[in-house]
């Protein structure tokens, strides 16, 4: 439903939303800026480390709450600034234990309701947190994105119990980016606004990511167009002293569909905002620009590594692969990193390499990038990496997944090296890796035809390790991590190295290699520890010495 039509000015004849808490999960507030002046009424920092206040942040609060030079759509609100991302620009990056701790103090501070102007692949501790709320009855609100029509459900927009929100245009129709689809609850109009922005200054934001404005259970509401009155609004606005803008909008950017834009003749496109008002014409505030990578620790041993391109499945690009190479070489060289896990949305594991990145490549440029040396780095890495499947692992994906020393595959995943269909063949290790798993013939099968194979048939064929009920391989994958995170570091190390060489070496030297790394135990701190809590029936502390 749309409430396009709706009048602004008459709603807040009802409510302007006195005394409601509305909890802003987001990234830093200025609480300082004039606009917000008294609407703070406490604020939390979940990522703990010092950082000034933040475009994103500072907007979405003020379009909620604004209430001096600037009229929010509930001015009287008080608002719970969380600052549970950070970033410098317009991007913001989160993890889901700081999402996490912002959502319990919320609901600990008695929120009505939760603000979220953000979006990703489903996360199930973060829906366990978000149910549990809302059966305290916390209202949830939260923008579906706008990765298209053709993606995936994102969250926590998506979530059961949550106001998921889309955007409609100046025709209020759908926007082209806007994400649809039954997890859409209310599609509001996509309109972009003068906003507050750090340091006490304005910027004209543009976007559409970040609807669920309507914090204070006011309906979604914007101004009949009354052009005459928008030009003159605007144009106080913009001669106002105090405000200053943060840059200019391009002429491919300039706002078409808005007479005032035209007649002041001012760049300020895309659009004109104004105090009192959200002009129907032009689109709402944007949401953080998304990480193709993000980084989430479940524990302080354990680092998930989480591919977040849901407009293309998840596809791997080159930066995708170098973040990857990097953050796992990284974590290889850290002590209190004891367990790697990679993963991606319940839609997609990875459903390939970017075919937009190679389709007019040549022989050379393709043998420049090297892109096997960043599978080699997760290979190379001493940790144990697990990949934890769901949806689709296909060409590059599964190749990415057999870089792993674990495959943990949700019930519904769906494998295979497809590549034969697109002219190619698999460039990542895969015809290598999957003969030795599942012998010549059957993956002569395979790669031939490019067909695709079930979780089921995958641990069959000893491609995977495990099978997890749909939806909880990233769970699973947690809860060996935790069990591995517990053992001596060292001697898991030492597994993996000697599993991974013996392998291809004659058993002889195999069984040399093995005999060599197990004298070696008695060596470290870890080999005693571990035999006196034995004999002494306790629970062993390794250390990793």
């Known amino acids: 439903m749309s409430f396009a039509n709706c009048i602004c000015l008459e709603a807040h004849r009802v409510n302007r939303g006195d005394d409601v808490l509305v909890a802003v999960i987001d990234s830093k507030v200025d609480k300082s800026h004039p606009d917000l002046a008294g609407a703070i009424a406490d604020e939390f920092d979940a990522v703990g480390t010092p950082a000034p206040a933040h475009t994103h942040g500072t907007a979405i609060a003020g379009a909620i709450a604004a209430n001096s030079?600037?009229?929010?759509?509930?001015?009287?609100?008080?608002?719970?600034?969380?600052?549970?991302?950070?970033?410098?620009?317009?991007?913001?990056?989160?993890?889901?234990?700081?999402?996490?701790k912002g959502l319990d103090w919320a609901a600990a501070k008695n929120a009505r309701i939760i603000n979220m102007s953000f979006a990703g692949p489903a996360d199930p501790m973060l829906q366990e947190m978000l149910a549990r709320a809302n059966a305290r009855g916390i209202v949830l609100i939260a923008a579906v994105s706008n990765a298209g029509r053709n993606s995936p459900p994102l969250y926590p927009g998506a979530g059961?119990?949550?106001?998921?929100?889309?955007?409609?245009?100046?025709?209020?129709?759908?926007?082209?980016?806007?994400?649809?689809?039954?997890?859409?609850?209310?599609?509001?109009?996509?309109?972009?606004?003068?906003?507050?922005a750090p340091d006490g200054k304005y910027q004209i934001t543009r976007g559409h990511r970040s609807r669920p404005l309507t914090s204070a259970g006011l309906p979604r509401c914007c101004w009949r167009r009354n052009r005459n009155s928008l030009r003159r609004k605007c144009a106080a606005i913009l001669s106002a002293p105090p405000i200053e803008f943060l840059g200019r909008a391009t002429k491919s950017e300039r706002c078409r569909g808005c007479a005032c834009c035209r007649k002041l003749g001012r760049q300020i496109a895309p659009v004109c905002a104004f105090p009192e008002a959200l002009s129907k014409s032009c689109r709402l505030i944007a949401m953080a620009a998304p990480e193709s990578l993000l980084v989430e620790h479940p524990t302080d041993d354990i680092v998930v590594f989480r591919i977040n391109r849901p407009q293309v499945r998840n596809a791997l690009n080159l930066e995708v692969r170098v973040r990857l190479a990097e953050e796992i070489t990284r974590c290889g060289a850290?002590?209190?990193v004891r367990c790697v896990i990679v993963t991606g949305s319940d839609?997609?594991?990875?459903?390939?390499?970017?075919?937009?990145?190679?389709?007019?490549?040549?022989?050379?440029?393709?043998?420049?990038?090297?892109?096997?040396?960043?599978?080699?780095?997760?290979?190379?890495?001493?940790?144990?990496?697990?990949?934890?499947?769901?949806?689709?692992?296909?060409?590059?994906?599964?190749?990415?997944?057999?870089?792993?020393?674990?495959?943990?595959?949700?019930?519904?995943?769906?494998?295979?090296?497809?590549?034969?269909?697109?002219?190619?063949?698999?460039?990542?290790g895969g015809t290598q890796k999957l003969a030795r798993l599942v012998g010549r013939h059957r993956a002569m099968l395979l790669i031939m035809t490019g067909r695709m194979f079930g979780a089921a048939e995958a641990l069959s064929m000893g491609v995977i390790s495990e099978v997890a009920p749909t939806s909880q391989a990233l769970v699973r994958a947690i809860e060996i991590a935790r069990e591995i995170a517990a053992m001596p570091p060292i001697s898991i190390m030492q597994i993996k190295e000697i599993v991974n060489a013996g392998v291809n070496a004659p058993l002889d030297t195999a069984l040399m290699l093995e005999r060599k790394a197990f004298q070696l135990q008695f060596a470290t701190r870890d080999q005693k520890e571990g035999m006196r809590a034995f004999m002494e029936k306790r629970k062993p502390k390794f250390e990793g010495q």
Do not use: H
Not at 83 to 99: K, L, P
Not at 163 to 177: F, P, R, S, Y
Not at 361 to 390: H, L, T
């Open 334 to 336: 850290d002590s209190k």
């Open 160 to 196: 059961a119990g949550v106001i998921g929100v889309t955007a409609t245009d100046a025709e209020d129709k759908l926007m082209l980016q806007a994400n649809r689809g039954p997890q859409v609850a209310v599609a509001a109009p996509g309109v972009e606004i003068l906003a507050a």
């Open 347 to 428: 839609v997609a594991f990875a459903a390939g390499a970017d075919i937009g990145e190679m389709a007019e490549a040549g022989p050379v440029e393709v043998m420049s990038r090297n892109v096997q040396k960043y599978w080699r780095a997760i290979m190379d890495c001493p940790k144990p990496v697990i990949a934890a499947v769901e949806g689709f692992a296909l060409g590059g994906g599964l190749e990415l997944a057999l870089c792993a020393d674990i495959i943990v595959a949700g019930e519904s995943a769906k494998l295979g090296l497809p590549e034969v269909k697109v002219g190619i063949l698999p460039g990542g």
């Open 69 to 100: 030079k600037l009229v929010g759509v509930a001015p009287r609100v008080r608002l719970l600034a969380v600052r549970a991302f950070s970033g410098a620009g317009e991007s913001a990056q989160s993890t889901t234990f700081n999402i996490l």
